[in-house]
Nanobody, 124 residues
Framework: QVQLVESGGGLVQAGGSLRLSCAASGRTFSVYAMGWFRQAAGKEREFVGGINRRGGRTYGADSVKGRFTISGDFPKNTMYLQMNSLQPEDTAVYYC?????????????????WGQGTQVTVSS
């Protein structure tokens, strides 16, 4: 099993920045990809982006491209999500996910492990 713990969420004003972290523990040698999803109230879980051990990186919605940056340190079992120019529509619970394949799937059901999530609230 792999355990994932997110941190860094909070309340920020529009235009501000936050950096989320995800720390993995347990059978981390089996993790080949890590990703971020978010889920706003009343909406489906949305793929934000992901990274794999080969350095592959994929981003989800066009709305985050150019504002969000994913980085990872697999030897340290850590992944980050730098979020800049935050907008109220970025308000959501942000989840870390991990997978035992190199594929960075945009489909939540394809990921093997999940964290509990961290709330990000952006005020206008």
């Amino acid at each position: 099993q792999v355990q994932l713990v997110e941190s860094g969420g909070g309340l920020v004003q529009a235009g501000g920045s936050l950096r989320l972290s995800c720390a993995a523990s347990g059978r981390t040698f089996s993790v080949y990809a890590m990703g971020w999803f978010r889920q706003a109230a009343g909406k489906e879980r949305e793929f934000v982006g992901g990274i794999n051990r080969r350095g592959g990186r994929t981003y989800g919605a066009d709305s985050v491209k150019g504002r969000f940056t994913i980085s990872g340190d697999f030897p340290k079992n850590t992944m980050y999500l730098q979020m800049n120019s935050l907008q109220p529509e970025d308000t959501a619970v942000y989840y870390c996910a991990a997978d035992q394949s190199l594929a960075i799937s945009t489909t939540a059901s394809r990921w093997d492990y999940w964290g509990q999530g961290t709330q990000v609230t952006v005020s206008s």
